[in-house]
């Protein structure tokens, strides 16, 4: 039987969020290149960890769903959760995570884009 310790998960873990991290500073680069938001390399790190935290207090934890809430963290700016269309969506208890950003997503493509 393989027996895993706390601390050799922790740095599993590290490891995993590092990963994650470096895979979602790239991707912004490409997506948003020429915006303020990931210009900065410390403040685009600092915004993608903010940004996972704070999905994470609204219930958002799969990492597509983590990466489309960075894209609207992105693209409507660090605060996007505190616009009246992003609070609306996010403090409705009726929605799981994968449910606010399906309805964050839509309401940012067809409402806001149009």
Do not use: N
Not at 36 to 50: F, N, Q, S
Request: hydrophobic share 45%; charged share 30%.
């Amino acid at each position: 039987m393989l027996l895993i310790r706390a601390e050799q998960l922790k740095v599993f873990q590290v490891s995993q969020l590092q990963r994650f991290e470096d895979t979602m500073a790239s991707h912004l680069k490409r997506r948003f290149a020429g915006r303020p938001a990931v210009e900065d390399e410390a403040r685009l790190r600092a915004m993608i960890r903010e940004g996972r935290e704070l999905a994470r207090q609204f219930g958002v934890v799969h990492g597509p769903d983590v990466r489309i809430f960075l894209e609207l963290t992105a693209e409507h700016g660090p605060d996007f959760h505190l616009l009246p269309w992003a609070t609306k969506i996010l403090s409705d208890t009726t929605l799981s995570g994968a449910g606010k950003i399906e309805s964050l997503d839509r309401y940012s493509l067809f409402v806001l884009r149009r």
